[in-house]
């Protein structure tokens, strides 16, 4: 049905999934090229708020742009205060986390960790003591995805401790905090992530928990690798 409607323009947005999660859990998008192929005379607009030089040529590969235009702007964003804390151990990292939730008691609160199992757990354990907490990952059924994901857009979850599965979409103008609770895979998905704070334009907190002598999420997903 597309060929047969009059359409102006294909706007992709988070366009860094069409290289960095399109064959994982975000398959639907390493099959927009289709639309060049059913529309070849539609202009396609990718856009991304964060994307290294190869992810960049990637998407236009991918979406089978021919000599696109590029428009990069710069990163920095004056509301943002960045901070590294560095923990002995998890015991400390969450008591960290606590400190902050008492500090940061309104707008909302992302709180990033590599794995499904850490969401869960650190969900359970901040619930205890706080209100409005839930967790989020890809290996919850869908329903489930969008009933947490609309509890968040609600406020009627107001800390969320999730995988970086949420995160399409997500434009709300009062998270205050965004804490990483594991290291990122990489730079990208920390500068995207830490993105979704302060998009009010008010002063907001990012913090990156580090552990010493914890492995970095690559090493750990290795380690737990059956194969």
């Known amino acids: ?45 990718a856009l991304t708020a964060s994307a290294t030089p190869f992810v960049l040529k990637d998407v236009a590969k991918q979406l089978g742009l021919k000599n696109p235009e590029r428009h990069v702007h710069g990163f920095y964003r004056h509301n943002l205060y960045y901070q590294v804390e560095t923990c ?4 400390e990292k969450l008591r960290f986390i606590r400190q902050s939730l008492l500090k940061f008691t309104e707008g909302r609160v992302l709180i990033y960790c590599g794995t499904r199992t850490i969401t869960e757990e650190l969900a359970a354990s901040l619930s205890a003591e706080f209100s409005g907490v839930d967790y989020y990952h890809a290996g919850l059924p869908s329903h489930e995805r969008q009933s947490k994901q609309e509890a968040f857009g609600y406020g009627i979850t ?51 928990l580090s552990a010493p002598k914890a492995p970095g999420l690559p090493s750990l997903f290795i380690q737990r690798s059956k194969a």
């Open 88 to 91: 002995a151990d998890d015991f």
């Open 158 to 208: 107001r800390i969320l401790i999730a995988t970086n599965a949420f995160g399409m979409g997500i434009d709300h103008p009062d998270v205050r905090l965004v804490v990483h609770y594991q290291m990122p895979a990489n730079i990208d998905s920390l500068y995207q992530e830490m993105g979704r704070a302060g998009r009010h334009g008010d002063n907001s907190t990012c913090v990156l």
């Open 1 to 45: 049905w597309i060929t047969e409607r009059d359409i102006a323009l294909f706007a992709v947005d988070e366009a860094h999934c069409v290289s960095q999660w399109g064959h994982d859990f975000r398959e639907e998008y390493s099959q927009l090229k289709i639309l060049k192929e059913l529309c070849p005379q539609v202009p396609v607009l």
